[in-house]
């Protein structure tokens, strides 16, 4: 980890700390504005800070850390689309979302759309954008098919958003569904295989960004959970001191150092993308276990806690729900293992032949 993104780390704590917990989206969303985080992982040639994926996973650890409810996610995402894209006001474009002035949505699991040409011959979106975060603010969707990567209007005929319940009372999710609504040329960022290398790049900058998220909230739960040990008493000696509670604390400890220092050596080969394909299993990887670790500790940390990590007043069950989203959260609960474990055999099978 480079100075500068451990500079950032220790910032970000500080004032997403005297904000609070899983505080409120307005007062977050200002602040980070006000902050420029916006632009972490913009290049410095387009007017941001140029700290690239190493910089927004800085963030949104401390961010899972601290339980923000800012749709900072969806905002990375669109805004490196932008970057990425080509539309003709651009510039105008960057300015606005980096500053805060505007938001765009991004679907945060897999959703099933469809842009073709209608009678008209004209371009038509249809389908549905399954978990948009706060797609009621949102001024356009960042949509991803086969063949384009668009930005569409929210406020038109033919879009219908629905408010999605979940557990996680951090989030707020949306479905959105489309019925032939126009496409504006003008707003397309990428077509054919632009499109796809596009769709590709955002899914594993989706993948790092939840598991970064994973580990802040996991790594705070367990701070919580061994400080809670520390100071509880049971016949007459902290709990901390029951060597069986040791031996778990222990363990849940190796568990998100192990995802922590996959996240950072991934991102590290990573680097700019150079190889998109590796940087596609390296996001699987880390998310895969990110995710798990987190859960795992979630559980477990309601248990250590006794009966107050039951009651709605503690703060356990915001950590757990948000970790049992994550992992259900980006290309799909089982695909994960599925494509890794398929990419293992694949390199088993080239070792064998060339051997």
């Known amino acids: 980890m480079s100075t500068a993104v451990r500079e950032l780390h220790d910032s970000a704590r500080q004032v997403l700390d005297g904000l ?9 969303w200002s602040l980070i504005a006000e902050l420029g985080w916006l632009m972490i992982a913009t290049p410095e040639d387009q007017g941001g800070l140029g700290m690239g994926l ?5 963030l949104h650890v401390e961010l899972g850390r601290g339980l923000a409810t800012v749709p900072y996610l969806p905002a990375m995402l669109a805004i490196d689309a932008v970057c990425q894209g080509t539309l003709a006001d651009q510039e105008a474009w960057l300015s606005r979302l980096t500053t805060g002035e505007d938001y765009v949505a991004v679907p945060l699991a897999q959703s099933e759309l469809n842009i073709e040409r209608g009678k008209s011959g004209k371009l038509q979106l249809s389908g549905s954008a399954v978990a948009v975060q706060c797609a009621d603010r949102a001024s356009h969707v960042l949509v991803c098919t086969t063949d384009y990567v668009a930005l569409v209007p929210l406020e038109q005929p033919g879009v219908e958003k629905t408010f999605r319940p979940t557990w996680d009372e951090t989030r707020r999710l949306y479905d959105v569904q489309f019925d032939a609504v126009p496409c504006d040329t003008q707003l397309i960022l990428a077509s054919e295989t632009a499109a796809q290398a596009l769709t590709a790049r955002l899914a594993t900058l989706r993948d790092f960004a939840l598991a970064a998220d994973a580990i802040g909230g996991a790594v705070a739960l367990l701070e919580l959970t061994v400080d809670y040990l520390q100071t509880r008493q049971q016949f007459g000696r902290p709990l901390a001191l029951f060597q069986s509670l040791k031996h778990r604390c222990a363990d849940l400890k190796a568990l998100t150092e192990g995802a922590e220092a996959l996240l950072l050596d991934r991102l590290d080969r990573v680097g700019d993308f150079a190889d998109p394909i590796a940087a596609e299993m390296a996001g699987k990887a880390v998310k895969l276990l990110a995710c798990q670790a987190y859960a795992t500790v979630a559980e477990e940390a309601l248990q250590l806690h006794g009966g107050i990590g039951m009651t709605s007043e503690h703060v356990c069950h915001l950590f757990l729900k948000r970790a049992l989203l994550n992992e259900h959260l980006g290309r799909g609960y089982d695909c994960y293992e ?4 398929a990419k293992f055999l694949e390199i088993e099978r080239i070792e064998r032949k060339e051997n």
């Open 54 to 58: 190493a910089g927004g996973c800085a």
């Open 20 to 28: 609070g917990r899983a505080a409120t989206e307005q007062t977050a």
């Open 338 to 341: 599925a494509d890794l474990a």
